[in-house]
């Protein structure tokens, strides 16, 4: 017995469907809750169950057509014996192609400067690429659509990529947020030799952390150790440890801005110093970050023109210490910046264990 499987209807107002990706090929045992596809709206892209159970005998719509709501896209039969097709709908599209000409499996091209890959471009029998080789400034080979998934396509939009840089390096579409790394490394190297430069990607993470520890921890430590210490020693000696816990970075230089963000003064590596003898640097220097203290005053945020050193703001909100952590993908990543965060909020919430 053969079962139609027709593109279903998503949304209330959805004439037709986008076909994405098949998840599964001829052949292939499925149950109904198996996830059979990939479907795009206007307004998301979903994956699809196969709504019966059998094996795949026929797909009739290949990635990338618009299918209307309620036509037949593929059969589902009973009998493994009534297969019809061989393979999956998108076999075809699925080699890796060199003037014209199929490549075998295992054909490595040299890289003449470097060794390191592209991050995670998807290009199968795992080519090296050779940057000078890649196709960044012809027309793309395919014409129509990219398929991209919203979020990638509203991440492109608002960071004014272009996706179709990885549609002429022969990246396998559908394109989602996975391709994010390899979009962004295609983009510097297209922009090294275009006339206007790479615009860096600026992000930012906050954390909200109890400020009664720190506070407490301040005052009793002041007393048993008779040094006056001040609050900001102990803010600079954890900002300074967990910056080095993470960035590789062998001398610590932060600079201090007032709530006005006029500099104050400067410390290198003030982790290594006792709480009561930190002293500033005599002149000003480049700095690994900048610190904004902002703990008297109501600003929480203060980043007024584009960061190209990492910013850190500090503001005190009735019992809670705020930190705003600005940078751009050209100096860390997410995960980095996310975890050097992390190690300071823990810190600030236990400070024992911080200067430990």
Request: aromatic share 6%; proline share 5%; net charge negative.
């Amino acid at each position: 017995m053969a079962i139609d499987v027709i593109m279903p209807a998503l949304g209330m107002a959805q004439d037709t469907g986008r076909l994405v990706s098949w998840l599964m090929s001829i052949g292939d045992a499925v149950n109904e809750a198996d996830i059979l596809m990939e479907v795009e709206t206007d307004k998301t892209t979903m994956e699809v169950p196969a709504g019966a159970n059998g094996f795949i005998s026929e797909f009739l719509a290949k990635p990338g057509d618009d299918v209307p709501v309620g036509n037949v896209i593929a059969i589902i039969t009973s009998n493994k014996e009534d297969i019809k097709g061989v393979g999956s709908a998108t076999d075809e599209y699925e080699q890796t192609v060199n003037n014209g000409e199929n490549v075998s499996s295992n054909l490595e091209i040299e890289i003449s400067k470097s060794e390191t890959m592209l991050p995670d471009l998807r290009i199968k029998n795992n080519l090296k690429v050779n940057q000078n080789d890649l196709n960044l400034s012809e027309e793309p080979k395919a014409i129509g659509k990219i398929l991209a998934s919203p979020k990638l396509k509203m991440f492109a939009n608002d960071a004014g990529y272009d996706l179709s840089l990885l549609q002429k390096n022969g990246i396998e579409e559908p394109y989602n947020v996975s391709d994010i790394e390899a979009l962004k490394h295609l983009t510097k190297i297209n922009n090294k030799n275009d006339a206007h430069p790479y615009v860096p990607v600026k992000s930012q993470i906050q954390a909200k952390v109890p400020a009664l520890p720190i506070d407490d921890f301040t005052d009793r430590i002041s007393i048993e150790l008779g040094d006056d210490i001040s609050p900001k020693s102990l803010w600079l000696s954890f900002i300074s440890s967990s910056f080095l816990d993470v960035f590789d970075i062998t001398n610590f230089k932060v600079n201090i801005n007032n709530e006005l963000g006029i500099f104050t003064d400067a410390y290198e590596n003030p982790h290594s110093s006792r709480l009561a003898n930190q002293l500033p640097l005599d002149e000003f220097e480049s700095p690994d970050l900048i610190i904004h203290n902002l703990t008297r005053t109501y600003v929480s945020n203060l980043n007024i023109n584009f960061v190209s050193i990492p910013e850190l703001c500090i503001h005190r909100a009735q019992n809670t210490y705020e930190l705003s952590f600005v940078f751009n993908d050209m100096k860390f990543d997410n995960e980095d910046a996310l975890i050097f965060i992390d190690k300071l909020s823990q810190k600030i919430a236990n400070p024992l264990l911080g200067l430990i």
